[in-house]
Nanobody
């Protein structure tokens, strides 16, 4: 049974930082590309960052230069370092794993398995 468990969410002031982590189990982790998505209230789920099996990365424009995605195949983890956070980054953040890319790493269709999500609130 595949399980993705996110951690690291919380509340932070604008300009602050958070680091999200996701631990995967029940799969051959190195065979999967990994991604982070977010969903704000009243909005659709949005692809934030993705990382391929080889380590190639892709970011949505609004987070480029502020967020960094990384993976550790030895620990079955993917992380999202978020700096210079803005109120518009407030959302539930989800970790996802997939084997086939349909479109890009930021397309929800490219992912088979999803975590339960972790809340990120950016507010003064």
């Amino acid at each position: 049974q595949v399980e993705l468990v996110e951690s690291g969410g919380g509340s932070v002031q604008p300009g602050g930082s958070l680091r999200l982590s996701c631990v995967a189990s029940g799969l051959t982790y190195s065979n999967f590309h990994m991604g982070w998505f977010r969903q704000a209230p009243g909005s659709e789920r949005e692809g934030v960052a993705g990382i391929g099996r080889s380590g190639v990365t892709l970011y949505t424009d609004s987070v480029k230069g502020r967020f960094t995605i990384s993976r550790d195949n030895a620990k079955n983890t993917v992380s999202l370092q978020m700096n210079s956070l803005k109120p518009e980054d407030t959302a539930v953040y989800y970790c996802a794993a997939g084997r086939t890319v349909w479109g890009t790493f930021l397309s929800p269709e490219s992912y088979e398995y999803w975590g339960q999500g972790t809340d990120v609130t950016v507010s003064s």
